[in-house]
C-alpha cells in the first residue's frame, strides 16, 4: 500500500516534469560539451553563455556539430557545489569541458580528476594552480587593474586619497585586478594615498552595499576616489556614495564589468570609467579552443581576450555598444 | 514502556526510505538519456562520495531528533571543523590528531549545545541556532576571514574523499566512503541494540515517562547532543578533505539537507522515530537526486524544485497513508 502510494506519486512527478524536458533531444554523434560558470544570475555569466552558444551555432553551420550543457553551481558561489558539477559531468563522461574556477585550489583535484578521465578541460576567467588543462582563455585582469588605477590617477590629478573594496577572497581574477590597481598608483602616480586596501565585499551585492557603506563611514570625508573590482561592488558602492551624496563626480568611480545598472550609473556620471571584459568572445574562445583541442590541432596555453576602458565620453561608440550591450537575444532566446 | 520495542514500528515504515530510493532509481531507468548516463559505475562512485558529508552529519543528527532534539548549528561546526582541521595540518599534526582534535572540538561545542538546553531548560531550536551564528563566527575569525591552505598538504587527509585516480570505475571507493559506511554499521547497532540507544528512543518518546522510569535524561542528552556534534567534526574533516582546504564560508545550508536526509529516513520531528539506515539512505537519494537532475541537463531552478517536491511527498506519506487507510474502511 504505502510502497504503491510512493511510486504513483514518483511516477505523476516523471510525468509532470520529465515531459517537459523532450525525451530523444540527446546529441546525435556530435561533441557534447559543458560550460561550468562561477553563478548563473550576473549578467557577465549570461554574456559568456551567450559567446558559448555562438560558437555552437557556428560549429554546427559549418558541419560540426557540438552540443552547449551550460551548468552553473546550483548555489551560487560555494565551492562545493561547482566541484560536485564538475564530478558529476566527468562521471557522465562529457567530451570535454569550460571551466570558470570559484577558487584557484580547490578545484585543482577535480580539473585533474578529468584529466585523468581523459576529459580536456579550458580554463575560462579565472585562473587555476594546475597545469592539467588544455588551455586558460581569459582577460588580462592585471592589465585591466592597471588601466583602471591610470584613469583613476589621471582624473584625480595625481593626488588624492582612494579605496579599494576588494570582492572575494580566493578569486584569482579579481586579485589580480587589484593588484594591478595599486601596483599602478604605486609606480606612476606617488602622489595618490590608499586609505584602505583589505576590506572583502563579498559574493553578493547585498553584502557588498554593507562592506562599502561601513568603508564610507570610516573614510567618507576624506576619498576622492573608488576602485571596484567587479560588477556587484561597483553598483553597491556606487549606491553607498549616493546615499552619503558623494556621488556625480565628487568622489571618482572607477568600476570593473557591465550591467545594467553600472551603465545607468555611468551615463548618469556617478561613475567616470568602467573596465570593460568582452565575455561574449571568452565564452566563444573557450568553446572554439576546446573543438580545436578535441580536433587535435595545438591551441595556446594562454588566450587573451581583450580589455577596454569605458567612459560617458566614448560609451556611444559603435564599438563600446557591441561589448556594453551584447544581443544575448540572439544566442539565448527571450527565456533567459 | 517496553525499551527493546521503541522506535520498530512495523515492517513497511522502515523499508520505506529504500523503496523511495528505488523509485528514485526507477525513474531514471525510465529515461532513456539518464540511463545510459546515470548507471555507470563511476557515477555512482561520485555519488557515494558526495553522500559522505551529508551521511555523516546525518547520524548524528539521526540521534537528535530521535531524542526530540533538532540540531540547526551541524552546517555551521561542519565549516568550523573544517577550517580546524585546516590549521592542524598547518601546524604539523599527523593524521590521527588532526582526526582526533577536530572531532573533539566538534564534540565539545555539541556538548556546550547539550549542557546549555539541558540546564536551563531551553528549546533546542534556539539553542543551536545561537550556536550556528556562534561556530559560523568563530570559523571566519579562525580563518581570518579567508579559505585556510596548509603549505604542505597532509596526503592521508586529503585523500579520505580522493576520486581523482579512477573517475571511470566504481572501485576503488575513497577511504571517506568506507569509513561512513563502517560508522553507519556501527551506529545502526549502537541505537538498536545498546542500553544508549535504547534511552535515545525513550527520551523521544516520551521525555517524562523517561525520567519516571529512572532514565537520567539530562546526561543521556547531553551525551546525545555530544556525539552529534563529534560527527559533524568528523564531516567537517570530509568537507577539508573535499576541498583541500578550510573554508569558513562552506557548508551553508547543510543542516538542512541534513535534516531532510534524516526526515525522509523515516524520523518524526516530534521524536522517538528514526534509523541510522534510513538516514544514510535518505542522505544517498537526495545525492542521487541531484547528480540525475544535474546531469540531464535540466535548469538549476527545476531541480532546486523537484528536490523540494520529493522531500514533502517522502515525508508526506506518513500523514497521507493513515487518511487513505480511514476512507478505504469508511468505503467498505
Redesign the interface.
Known amino acids: 500500500m504505502k510502497s504503491l502510494l510512493l511510486g504513483a506519486a514518483c511516477v505523476a512527478l516523471v510525468f509532470v516534469f520529465g515531459c517537459g524536458s523532450q525525451p530523444g533531444d540527446s546529441s546525435g554523434g556530435g561533441l557534447s560539451i559543458v560550460v561550468i560558470p562561477k553563478g548563473t544570475t550576473h549578467e557577465f555569466w549570461k554574456s559568456i553563455h551567450a559567446g558559448a552558444k555562438k560558437a555552437e551555432q557556428e560549429l554546427s553551420a559549418a558541419g560540426q556539430p557540438v552540443k552547449i550543457i551550460w551548468k552553473g553551481p546550483l548555489k551560487e558561489d560555494d565551492r562545493d557545489e561547482q566541484i560536485k558539477v564538475v564530478e558529476n559531468f566527468i562521471a557522465r563522461e562529457v567530451d570535454g569541458m569550460v571551466l570558470a574556477p570559484l577558487d584557484d585550489k580547490a578545484l585543482i583535484r577535480p580539473v585533474e580528476t578529468a584529466a585523468n578521465a581523459d576529459i580536456p578541460v579550458v580554463i575560462i576567467d579565472s585562473g587555476l594552480q594546475s597545469e592539467k588543462y588544455a588551455s586558460f582563455v581569459a582577460t588580462d585582469n592585471y592589465l585591466g587593474g592597471r588601466m583602471g588605477g591610470a584613469h583613476l590617477g589621471k582624473l584625480l590629478g595625481g593626488n588624492g586619497n582612494v579605496l579599494l573594496l576588494r570582492y572575494a577572497v580566493g578569486s584569482a581574477s579579481t586579485t589580480k585586478r587589484e593588484n594591478g590597481f595599486l601596483d599602478e598608483l604605486k609606480e606612476n602616480f606617488p602622489g595618490i594615498k590608499v586609505l584602505s586596501s583589505d576590506q572583502y565585499a563579498g559574493a553578493t551585492r547585498d553584502l557588498a552595499y554593507t562592506a562599502s557603506q561601513n568603508l564610507l563611514s570610516r573614510y567618507g570625508n576624506e576619498v576622492n576616489g573608488v576602485f571596484c573590482p567587479n560588477e556587484s561592488v561597483s553598483v553597491s558602492m556606487t549606491k553607498a556614495l549616493r546615499d552619503i551624496g558623494k556621488a556625480g563626480g565628487e568622489v571618482k568611480v572607477i568600476g570593473f564589468d557591465t550591467s545594467v545598472q553600472s551603465l545607468r550609473d555611468l551615463e548618469s556620471g556617478d561613475v567616470q570609467g568602467l573596465v570593460v571584459q568582452n565575455p561574449v568572445k571568452m565564452g566563444y574562445l573557450g568553446v572554439m579552443t576546446l573543438v580545436d583541442h578535441l580536433d587535435g590541432k595545438p591551441v595556446a596555453k594562454r588566450i587573451d581576450t581583450g580589455v577596454v576602458l569605458v567612459t560617458r565620453e566614448n560609451m556611444t561608440e559603435p564599438d563600446m555598444q557591441a561589448l556594453l550591450n551584447p544581443p544575448l537575444e540572439k544566442y539565448l532566446g527571450t527565456g533567459n | 514502556m517496553k525499551l527493546a520495542q521503541l522506535g520498530s514500528r512495523d515492517f ?2 522502515a ?2 526510505p529504500f ?2 530510493l528505488f ?2 532509481l ?2 531514471f531507468a ?4 539518464l540511463r545510459s ?1 546515470f548507471f ?1 559505475g ?2 555512482f ?2 555519488i557515494l ?2 553522500t559522505v558529508i551529508v551521511a555523516i552529519g546525518a547520524m548524528g543528527m539521526t540521534l537528535v531528533i530521535v531524542s526530540g532534539g533538532i540540531d540547526l548549528s551541524a552546517g555551521s561546526l561542519v565549516a568550523l571543523c573544517s577550517v580546524v582541521t585546516a590549521k592542524l595540518i598547518e601546524h604539523g599534526h599527523g593524521f590521527a590528531a588532526v582526526l582526533a582534535l577536530t572531532v573533539l572540538v566538534g564534540g565539545l561545542a555539541g556538548l556546550a549545545n547539550g549542557g546549555i538546553i539541558t540546564a536551563f531548560r531551553m528549546m533546542p531550536f534556539i539553542v543551536t541556532l545561537g550556536m550556528m551564528g556562534i561556530a559560523r563566527g568563530l570559523s571566519k575569525w579562525l580563518a581570518n ?3 585556510v ?1 596548509p603549505d604542505e598538504p597532509l596526503e592521508s587527509v586529503n585523500r579520505l574523499m ?7 570505475t566504481f572501485f576503488p571507493l575513497p577511504d571517506g566512503v568506507w569509513l561512513a559506511l563502517g560508522l553507519a554499521v556501527l551506529m545502526t547497532v549502537v541505537l538498536r541494540s545498546t542500553v544508549f540507544g535504547r534511552y535515545v528512543f525513550a527520551i523521544g518518546s516520551n521525555e517524562d515517562t523517561a525520567r519516571l522510569c529512572g532514565i537520567r535524561v539530562n546526561a543521556n542528552k547531553i551525551a546525545i547532543y555530544a556525539l552529534a556534534g563529534a560527527f559533524f567534526g568528523l564531516a567537517g574533516v570530509m ?1 577539508f578533505s ?4 578550510g ?1 569558513p564560508s ?4 547543510l543542516e538542512l539537507q541534513i535534516i531532510a536526509a534524516v526526515v525522509i529516513g523515516g524520523a518524526s520531528l516530534s521524536g522517538g522515530a528514526g534509523s541510522i539506515p534510513g538516514s544514510v539512505i535518505g542522505a544517498f537519494m537526495m545525492a542521487c537526486l ?2 540525475g537532475s ?5 535548469p ?1 531552478y ?3 524544485i ?1 528536490i523540494g ?2 522531500i514533502i ?2 515525508v508526506g ?1 506518513d500523514k ?2 493513515p487518511m ?2 480511514r476512507f478505504f474502511r469508511r468505503g467498505k
Open positions: 513497511l515504515k523499508v520505506r523503496v523511495g523509485v528514485v526507477l525513474l525510465v529515461d532513456a538519456e548516463l555507470k563511476g557515477n562512485k561520485t562520495t558526495q576571514n579567508q579559505t591552505n580522493d576520486n581523482s585516480q579512477s573517475p571511470l568537507q573535499r576541498l583541500t582546504q573554508d562552506v557548508a551553508i545550508g541531484a547528480n544535474g546531469i540531464k541537463d535540466w538549476n527545476m531541480q532546486e523537484i517536491v520529493v511527498v517522502a506519506m497521507v497513508e487513505l487507510q
